[in-house]
């Protein structure tokens, strides 16, 4: 790609692979290299630098007699990766509009607003028959 990437994007994609689960640094960046050209020294000053910020943690597992740091997104990484994904709709149907024409921005606009607001509602819905499920469970053990 021929666009240089900045630290809030670098940031916002890294937060992206965390909030789909924890991982260690060498599949973070094989997925991070998937769709852009990055490098393990360029990630790991990101990864110190979220997790100053408490956007991520950090723990250890053992594997093969060795340990592996491992990256977890943080509550507040969480809420800063949602913030980050709002924003970058913004900011991707303006470039749009400016490289593709505004009727083609605004119809994919109004696609990826359909996807983002059904996504949101299946979330919801999932985090709320989890809650019934554990709900009814703990009536079961009383």
Not at 45 to 62: F, G, I, M
Not at 66 to 95: C, F, L, P, S
Not at 108 to 131: D, F, L, Y
Request: with cysteine; net charge negative.
């Amino acid at each position: 790609m021929g666009f240089q990437i900045g630290s809030a994007l670098l940031d916002a994609c890294v937060l992206s692979v965390l909030a789909r689960g924890d991982t260690y640094g060498y599949v973070l960046t094989q997925t991070m290299k998937q769709v852009m050209d990055i490098s393990e020294s360029t990630l790991y000053p990101v990864l110190r630098r979220l997790q100053k910020e408490n956007y991520l943690r950090t723990y250890d597992k053992p594997y093969q007699g060795r340990n592996r740091r491992y990256y977890a997104i943080t509550e507040i990484g969480d809420q800063k990766y949602e913030t980050y994904k709002h924003d970058w709709m913004i900011y991707k149907t303006q470039v749009d509009s400016l490289l593709c024409g505004v009727a083609q921005a605004q119809e994919a606009c109004a696609e990826q607003m359909q996807e983002a607001c059904a996504e949101q509602v299946q979330e919801a819905c999932t985090k709320e028959m989890n809650k019934s499920e554990i709900e009814e469970g703990g009536e079961d053990d009383e």
